[in-house]
């Protein structure tokens, strides 16, 4: 599966940015798919994932209840809707398929990531 995030940018603390993730494949609906990131100096961490229905989700702590993932297996496209944003959220955001057991990466290349800047 060939992965491409977008929607990144640059926003003021407490507001809100939509990321996409679009995947090339037709196995893509067979996948848990998850959104990672990695801020400067730091390494790459889980921060969402989705399983291949859509209806379930699962959360890293700093995130949960302010940002929301979801898929559209139609469209091959997934989404993570963060609001509420803190500058500690500043990071390259990545999609990458997801093993739901370990909520880490199954697969071994990343594909585009997008910047997201939060602002004080």
């Known amino acids: 599966v060939q992965l491409q995030a977008s929607g990144g940018g640059l926003v003021q603390a407490g507001g809100s940015l939509r990321l996409s993730c679009a995947a090339s494949?037709?196995?893509?609906?067979?996948?848990?798919m998850g959104w990672f990131r990695q801020a400067p100096g730091k390494e790459r961490e889980f921060v969402a994932g989705?399983?291949?229905?859509?209806?379930?989700?699962n959360y890293a702590y700093p995130v949960k209840g302010r940002f929301i993932v979801s898929r559209d297996n139609a469209k091959n496209t997934v989404y993570l809707q963060m609001n509420s944003l803190k500058p500690e959220d500043t990071a390259d955001y990545y999609c990458?398929?997801?093993?739901?057991?370990?909520?880490?990466?199954?697969?071994?290349?990343w594909g585009q990531g997008t910047l997201v800047t939060v602002s004080s």
């Open positions: 989705v399983k291949w229905s859509g209806s379930v989700t």
């Open positions: 494949g037709r196995t893509f609906s067979s996948y848990a």
């Open positions: 990458a398929a997801l093993n739901w057991a370990t909520m880490r990466p199954a697969q071994d290349h």
